[in-house]
């Protein structure tokens, strides 16, 4: 920064908070090691409450709740057994990984990239904000390909359009990582969530919860329609806000070490015409298969559904239940095309590179799903959330909080952990196992549940950082801004992650107010309402 402003950044108490946090943060042991450490927990308080006698009246059995010993002999052998049938039937882990393997060939050939700057390129200079944030939003269905791609090339088109870079990485960071919750496409993040929110309702006491089934696409319409909010509050924000505060701030990096945005080759162009083409053509057959009432796509005669509803959209329906087939075949055709058009891929051993190379980065992932599954799966056994949730729901009804304060609680609570825990899975694992069952006893529906931790959770991504990404876009932006550091990155990213957060929660309880439907097969109230 420069010498007016550096200051501020530097003592501001708001810097030192953020410090503080990130300290806190550091100390905490890796998410996978949390799991584990949070299992041998619930183990232990399952042990010493085994015996205790409840109030609380469990409606599955219609006597006082009892919480079981998971330390008992019986218990022990049975989680053994059980330890591998735990994690392969994980519900986030298969569907994750499926949707990967067609987006790591995409990624591989060169298709999400030539995409991108083919759509940054031709943009005029008063949209290129809107546009950039826009691309940002849209490339978190390749998981990584925002920051490395979108993030650096926000920088090099902003400075060649004689824009400040720095306003130009802030942009893109906004929308890569600040709407990682808002989507123009179904992606990974919707199943792996989804299935997280349905794993924790069944942890619900209501005996119908046990075989709860939770759509891929449950919050849809409503993180559709955050994608223009995003974009218009990241637009406002840095062009009327983080603009003129980089005036002061020199552009004192090294010209020859600056990223450039290369034109297209021509070979890039045939291949992206050609993939373009075939993902339009995916598209069409899939919807003229879809239509007629007789496709195989619908649900099956006789099919229960509520007024108004489509047997297309119901989730017993094939299409809603091939909603990850469907993004994997929608990424993996087009990405084979580019690649053999293009010239990226010379035969079929390069598809299968992509979807290895892929897979290699989902190492951790798998890892962390093995502890998160046993965790879960003790924490249900337990009957420590039932009993959690029954205390809750009733001490929540005792206070008599308007269900829309209890839904921005649950939207700060998010962006607060966001701070010190930075998977997007981790935090909805810990957090929904507890929220999503207690606010079914509300009546709260878990689509509810789950969207309002999907604002707090993208809201604080670009001011934490323990994000994986956070020391990168401070490289980014060092190439350009050579002093820049952390504090720096934070004292820029703010203004979207106070204004998302307010802004986007007032847009959640519009939604709610209006009973404006927020996805597919998704409902506002437990039982769902017809």
Known sequence: M?????????????NRALNAIEVVGNKLPDPAVLFAILMVMVWLVSWALAGVSFNEVDPRTGAAIQVNNLLAADSLTTFMAKMVNTFVTFAPLGVVLVAMLGLGVAEHTGFINAGLRSVLSVTPKMLLTPVLIAVGVASHMAVD?????????GAVIFYAAGRHPLAGIAAAFAGVSGGFSATLLPSSLDPLLSGLTQVSARLSSDPAAAEMVISPMNNYYFTTASTLLVVIVGWIITDKFIEPRLKATQVDGDPADMPKMDDLKPNERKGLRWASFSMLLSIVLLIVSALPETSAWRAPAGTVLAAGQSNLLVFTAPLMQSIVSIIFLFFLIPGVVYGYVSGNAKDHRDIIKGMSKAMSGMGYYIVMAFFCAQFIYAFGQSNLGALLAIKGANWLQEMAFPMGFTLIGIVFLSGFVNLLVGSASAKWALIGAIMVPMLMQLGVSPDLTQAAYRVGDSSTNIITPLLPYFPLIVVFCQKYVKSTGIGTLIA???????????????????????????????SYSYPASN
Request: charged share 5%; no cysteine.
């Open 145 to 153: 390909a925002g920051y490395v791609l979108v993030i650096p090339l």
């Open 492 to 522: 820029l990213m703010l203004p979207y992650s106070i204004a998302m957060l307010v802004l986007w929660t007032a847009f959640l309880l519009g939604f709610w107010a209006l009973d404006i439907p927020l996805g597919v097969g998704s």
């Open 2 to 14: 420069s010498e007016q402003t550096a200051p501020a950044v530097k003592s501001g108490w708001l």
